[in-house]
């Protein structure tokens, strides 16, 4: 009788267990987007990518963080913003991918204002990189292609190429196929994974946001140089602490 309560014990912490995993995934559900869809979302116009920012201010928690900022950003060209912490820099970035909504102004990509684009175009036509990557998807190769499902195995591999990516990732047991949950990573490492993810979307527009912070200098060189031969003729806003890393 005792021996099968213990077995009892395990399978009711186990039901528990589901249940808490339950009720975290249902309060997901219920959430509502902080950003809604379009009512009547327009077609995403061919363009070069050319990015906007009309009058944009953004207010957190009483504070401006931008005030009636006009930004033009040519399409085919490079910017980087620079600044210390706490400065805005992540906000005016996370506009232009329609991460955030602006309190008022508008925010426009290839003449066109973001919020009357459909979210799952966006993330197509606009990809971001950042200081600290989430980990989606079960595998890394699924990590790479996130944005691109369809990728194939070498379009992924030439990604990670490019983000100096590709020789740790053969080190794991079970190269591209490995899962996440068996892939420990140091930060530097999980941001040339987040690199690859942007290089592999084909996106119109990249924003790297501070996506280079934990490289050592040797390896912030080499990505440096394979992402500018990615970057030609796209769109790109790079986010950087340091004039010297927006500078390469």
């Known amino acids: 009788l005792a021996l099968g309560s213990v077995g009892l014990f395990d399978a009711l912490v186990a039901l528990v267990t589901c249940q808490v995993g339950a009720g975290?995934?249902?309060e997901v559900r219920d959430t509502t987007p902080t950003i809604p869809p379009p009512v009547r979302p327009v077609a995403m116009p061919p363009g070069p990518g050319q990015v906007e920012l009309r009058d944009v201010s953004v207010r957190m928690e009483q504070r401006?963080?931008?005030?009636?900022?006009?930004?033009?950003?040519?399409s085919g060209t490079s910017v980087a913003i620079v600044g210390g912490s706490g400065t805005g820099k992540t906000v005016l970035t996370s506009l232009i991918g329609r991460l955030l909504d602006p309190d008022e102004g508008e925010v426009l990509l290839d003449g066109v204002p973001v919020s009357h684009?459909?979210?799952a175009t966006l993330r197509r036509t606009v990809t971001h990189a950042f200081e600290r990557p989430?980990?989606?998807?079960?595998?890394?190769?699924?990590?790479i292609a996130y944005a691109?499902?369809?990728?194939?195995?070498?379009?992924?591999a030439a990604a990670?190429?490019?983000?100096?990516?590709?020789?740790f990732i053969r080190?794991?047991?079970?190269?591209?196929?490995?899962?996440?949950?068996?892939?420990?990573?140091?930060g530097g490492e999980?941001?040339?994974?987040?690199?690859?993810?942007?290089?592999?979307a084909d996106a119109r527009v990249i924003v790297l946001d501070d996506a280079t912070s934990s490289l050592d200098t040797a390896t912030e060189v080499k990505v440096t140089q394979a992402l500018d031969r990615v970057l030609t003729g796209r769109t790109s806003v790079v986010v950087a602490h340091l004039a010297a890393t927006a500078g390469r």
């Open 171 to 186: 080190s794991l047991p079970e190269v591209y196929d490995t899962p996440l949950v068996r892939a420990p990573m140091s």
């Open 117 to 119: 684009l459909e979210l």
């Open 24 to 26: 975290r995934v249902g």
């Open 160 to 167: 990670a190429a490019v983000a100096q990516a590709d020789r």
């Open 148 to 156: 691109r499902p369809e990728a194939s195995r070498a379009e992924v």
């Open 190 to 200: 999980l941001q040339r994974l987040g690199l690859a993810r942007a290089v592999v």
């Open 64 to 74: 401006a963080v931008l005030d009636h900022l006009d930004l033009s950003v040519p």
């Open 134 to 143: 989430a980990l989606l998807g079960i595998t890394v190769h699924d990590m």
